[in-house]
């Protein structure tokens, strides 16, 4: 009976573990999402062509529509 209520007890723990993973996980997620929002008003929002390039190669990968007026 005692090994019985150790493997349950124990079962509970590794759930509570996991549930608590993913509350961080979403949290975090969320938190993304939100600077995603912002980062993407301020770039879109700018009346000033701003153009996001890789250094590496000199791609363009996104250009704001500051660069049509």
Wanted: no cysteine.
């Amino acid at each position: 009976m005692e090994i019985i209520i150790q493997v349950f007890f124990e079962l509970f723990m590794i759930l509570l573990t996991y549930s608590l993973v993913l509350m961080v996980n979403k949290r975090l997620l969320l938190e993304i999402q939100t600077q995603e929002e912002k980062f993407s008003k301020a770039f879109h929002g700018s009346p000033y062509a701003v153009t996001l390039t890789r250094l590496s190669d000199g791609k363009v990968i996104e250009v704001n529509s500051g660069s049509k007026r």
